[in-house]
């Protein structure tokens, strides 16, 4: 090593090995690289397509199939069901793209607005700005109700306390109140902070008309909804508002709103061409002033009921969507295009706002939930009582942002958008349905299986004033059918959408409906049929499988209907439907109601939605335990004792002296013994 040329000798061998073995390795990498690369293509081309244009081809090619959302739970995919290919679902995709440094939003910048991870060409969130459709309009404030705040009204001072009274028996809520608060009052903004920050695809928005049934609505409450939604919808996307009157007799739903909308809005035109309508960026809704010409007002000739009052609503309107609303809300701010966007990625969707309350007394607009990032979703009780469950939000928030629309079983059913050609293929709804009730569930059953799907939209807010009390009857409808009106519309519906067992589920919670007369169901039958409708199996194991959380299959009654004590000759009745309330003996009425029990299988004693509980001091009828079916109680039908088997075995018992119903131990007297009889409503020709 002490010859400097040896040593320069070796330095330059190493450097040729080096440089070989750069060069070679040189090679494989490049070699690896374009293998690499290749691999990469093939993957993209096969991917990237179905990704990039679902969104196009789902809004002009109807999907066939509904698309069950992945949640990254082992849901078994059934066939037909597609996983991806017309899902906005980045989270299948994205892995795969972004293992490559490629970003999906980058790949092809031209083919729409993708801005980040979530969401696609319809809706897509970007918190660097405000949202496009954002209002940027200042919020009135000072005058009465302004900010949504509350209204008292026996606080002014020229007031006719007997005369407000009045209007309010009539109306179900103040409405002396209501005419002293303008009609583009401001509310408070209750959405989530993220809502500012979505913007919605405008090209690709539909056109929306905002349906409102209406029957002796007050004039005020029914006005300012009509306002709220010209002031609150960009205009280029708001059509028209079809105002629909069922059969109102109330004087100022006459000559008074004929001239009123001529005046606010002058002369609905049928002529429509959006960009005429002015900001011609569409964003912005109408001024209180303007004249839109938007507000089209049918009339029927007779009384429809709400469920097909709605129907000719939406056959009147020429509006791409449908957006039905109740006759006394206020939409809040942008919340249409929320709604709309859905709809535009896959026309088989059904939107449902959230609603905020409005009080009927005060006018104050607030919360009806406590806290906006837990969100709910309509689901049902097996007497088919609407209820609501909570989102499982750590699940949502794996593959979505907590403002991002979700998937719901069902909706209280007064507020919602669906595409109108869409409902009409779908029959709209089922026209033997009376009146009002049910007809949310129908909707959502048919919505559902056959290839729809109904979502909550978290950043859509609408108020709506809850009424005291209904201040009007059904008139001669009621009339049309036998047996109670909503029961025999519940019947309809599970009769055409269930199948078994949630069809016994139904009859077990309700006994008295297998004696109702449900109508023709025929041609709803071949609706399902023709659209090849899935079965309700499906529809719970994909869509309702949470409703067992609080509603569990039922087991059936081992006994139900009146219950009578041999001593006393008179029946248990719980006086009402709303707990605590003390169990009694009263005649017997044979009519159900409060004196229909229930005992079930699995040991629950029920009357209507509710559960019977006693101790030696009481019988009270009770909130269930939500998820529970089972009980303490037994019937023997030899000794005829109802029996608690809670901690020891008790009987019930009646106390001739106080008249009180309550536990004791086991005697055998007839004081402890009880008579089931099943009621059986008449039936009539
Ligand atoms: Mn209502």
């Known amino acids: 090593m002490s010859d400097p040329s040896s040593a320069k000798l070796w330095i330059q061998h190493i450097r040729r090995m080096f440089i070989s073995r750069l060069r070679f390795k040189r090679w494989t990498t490049t070699f690896t690289l374009v293998l690499f690369l290749l691999f990469v293509t093939v993957i993209l081309m096969s991917r990237l397509p179905s990704s990039i244009d679902s969104g196009k081809r789902s809004r002009h ?24 290919s017309n899902n906005n679902d980045l989270s299948l995709d994205e892995p795969v793209i972004e293992g490559i440094g490629v970003k999906s939003n980058k790949v092809n910048s031209d083919d729409g607005p993708w801005k980040g991870h979530y969401g696609d060409r319809f809706a897509w969130y970007d918190d660097s700005k405000l949202g496009n459709f954002e209002p940027r309009d200042v919020k009135p404030t000072g005058r009465p109700g302004d900010e949504g705040k509350d209204f008292r009204i026996e606080d002014e001072k020229d007031v006719d306390l007997n005369q407000v009274q009045q209007l309010k028996n009539e109306y179900g809520m103040n409405i002396a109140a209501s005419d002293r608060i303008p009609m583009d009052r401001s509310i408070p903004d209750l959405r989530l902070e993220e809502c500012r920050s979505w913007n919605y695809g405008e090209e690709d928005l539909p056109t929306a008309s905002v349906v409102i049934v209406f029957h002796n609505e007050g004039f005020s409450t029914l006005m300012r909804t009509v306002h709220s939604v010209l002031l609150r919808s960009p205009r280029r996307y708001l059509r028209e508002v079809v105002l629909v009157d069922d059969y109102s007799d109330k004087d100022p739903l006459h000559s008074h709103l004929d001239e009123y909308i001529k005046k606010a809005w002058g002369q609905w035109r049928a002529s429509w061409n959006s960009t005429a309508y002015g900001d011609k960026e569409g964003r912005e809704g109408e001024t209180i002033t303007e004249k839109s010409h938007k507000v089209k007002l049918v009339r029927n000739q007779e009384r429809l009921g709400l469920i097909n009052s709605r129907t000719r609503g939406a056959k009147e309107a020429v509006g791409e969507v449908v957006v039905f609303l109740d006759a006394h809300c206020e939409v809040s701010y942008n919340w249409l295009t929320p709604l709309l966007a859905p709809i535009a990625k896959n026309p088989k969707t059904l939107t449902v706002p959230i609603i905020d309350g409005i009080d009927s007394e005060n006018f104050h607009y607030r919360p009806v939930y406590s806290r906006a990032d837990q969100h709910y979703k309509g689901i049902w009780e097996w007497g088919m009582y609407y209820k609501e469950l909570e989102v499982d939000m750590k699940e949502h928030l794996k593959t979505h942002k907590v403002s991002e629309p979700y998937d719901a079983p069902t909706h209280a059913g007064g507020l919602f958008a669906v595409q109108r050609k869409y409902f009409m293929d779908l029959g709209g709804y089922d026209p033997g349905l009376l009146v009002w009730g049910g007809e949310n569930f129908e909707l959502s059953f048919k919505v559902w299986q056959c290839g729809g799907r109904l979502q909550w939209v978290p950043c859509s807010r609408v108020g709506h004033i809850y009424r005291a009390f209904m201040p009007y009857t059904f008139g001669s409808l009621a009339k049309k059918r036998q047996g109670p009106l909503i029961i025999t519309n519940y019947k309809r519906v599970i009769e055409v959408w269930w199948d078994e067992p949630y069809k016994e589920y139904f009859y077990t919670r309700e006994p008295l409906a297998r004696y109702y007369d449900a109508g023709d169901i025929r041609s709803q039958l071949a609706i399902r049929d023709r659209l090849k409708c899935k079965s309700f199996d499906w529809f719970m194991e994909n869509v309702g499988k949470d409703v067992y959380k609080h509603f569990p299959r039922l087991p059936h ?31 017997c009425h044979s009519q159900g109601g409060h004196q229909l029990f229930r005992l079930n299988a699995e040991g629950q004693l029920g009357v209507g939605e509710r559960c019977i509980e006693a101790t030696k001091k009481s019988m009270t009828l009770a909130y269930c335990k939500l998820g529970t079916v089972d009980g303490p109680w037994s019937y023997d039908a030899e000794t005829q004792e109802l029996k608690n088997n809670n901690v020891v075995t008790l009987c019930l018992e009646y106390l001739e002296d106080s008249g009180a119903v309550h536990l004791n131990t086991c005697t055998g007297e007839d004081n402890q013994k009880w008579i089931w009889k099943e009621i059986h409503p008449r039936k009539h020709g």
Do not use: M, Y
């Open 61 to 84: 090619v109807n999907p066939k199939f509904a698309v069950i959302e992945d949640r990254g739970k082992e849901e078994p995919k059934h066939a037909g069901l597609q996983g991806n």
């Open 557 to 587: 009654n081992v006994k139900w209907g009146e219950v009578r004590n041999l001593v006393a000759d008179q029946c248990l009745d719980t006086g009402s439907s709303n707990p605590p309330q003390t169990v009694h003996l009263t005649t």
